[in-house]
């Protein structure tokens, strides 16, 4: 009878070995040192008590750059939902594609994007502080998650999306406009950027980007203009170069790659001045 007992309770011992590695492989980054008791204090002293009688095997581990300080919660009072379709050819991927809820403020200019996959259940979160100019990522399966926090910046931000769509090239304005969930919209067209690493020597080597965004980004994130002056600058310029950086998301976006392979990502609907508390621990419920 000794010895069942024995190997259950190793096997019981070693699952959240097991699931800290089925993440890391999930996340695809390596990880900087895990932070101490200390270092969470003072990232995030609201959850000072909670940190002191945590168990030994920490179900939310953030490292990345210790300079950047990012809040254990944030208010919300704008909330855009999405789902995503993925499509192999004509037929229809079952169970792929992803539920999305976008999160923007009226009182901060702060939003976040929560994603979760269809088909392996893993969850992924974003951050973005332009206060604190911080931004946070985070990916989580099997109630554990982990991710990094790293100085915000404009040129190279990549929230969570579908399509990874930071490494498209500049966007094209295409001249169609049309309402979508009550905000008006315009379309863009754009291609991938084909040396980008990301995409190299993959399926998804070239990929054609229809994207609709909002004509005026304070319709869906009033905190816009609360934006430090210099990163405002910074998008003028950039949206005058004919790029758009990633602070307002697209209502709608079609993505066709070039082995055949699409995503639809569409709006369902928008919520206004609802307001919510989102906890960073929230990806693990």
């Given amino acids: 009878m000794k010895t069942p ?8 011992l070693c699952m959240p070995a097991l699931q800290a590695q089925l993440l890391k492989k999930l996340t ?13 204090d003072e990232t995030f002293p609201q959850a000072r008590g909670r940190a002191k009688a945590a168990t030994p095997e920490p179900t939310l581990i953030i490292g990345g750059d210790e300079s950047v300080r990012m809040d254990s919660s944030y208010e919300y009072d704008w909330a855009v939902y999405q789902e995503s379709e993925a499509f192999q050819g004509s037929q229809r991927v079952i169970d792929g594609g992803e539920d999305i809820v976008i999160y923007y403020s009226s009182t901060e200019p702060a939003f976040c994007i929560q994603l979760k996959s269809r088909s392996t259940g893993t969850r992924y979160h974003f951050y973005g502080d332009f206060g604190k100019e911080s931004q946070l990522m985070l990916a989580g399966v099997g109630g554990i998650a982990s991710g990094d926090k790293t100085r915000l910046q404009l040129e190279g931000m990549e929230p969570v999306y579908p399509g990874e769509i930071g490494y498209l090239s500049q966007l094209k304005k295409t001249g ?41 980004p304070h319709a869906v994130f009033p905190g816009y203009s609360l934006m430090p002056d210099h990163f405002k600058i910074q998008i003028e310029r950039m949206r005058i170069a004919g790029s758009y950086p990633p602070v307002v998301m697209p209502l709608e976006m079609f993505l066709e790659y070039g082995n055949g392979d699409k995503v639809f990502t569409h709006t369902t609907h928008i919520i206004i001045k609802e307001r919510r508390k989102v906890e960073l621990a929230d990806i693990n419920k």
């Fill in 5 to 12: 007992i024995l190997l259950a309770l190793a096997l019981f």
């Fill in 176 to 216: 169609s406009k049309k309402v979508i969930a009550g905000v008006a919209c315009e379309e863009y067209v754009a291609h991938n950027l084909r040396h980008d690493p990301r995409v190299v020597n993959t399926n998804h080597s070239k990929v054609t980007a229809y994207v609709w965004i909002p004509m005026d």
């Fill in 28 to 40: 695809g980054k390596k990880k900087a040192p895990v932070e101490t008791e200390e270092t969470i």
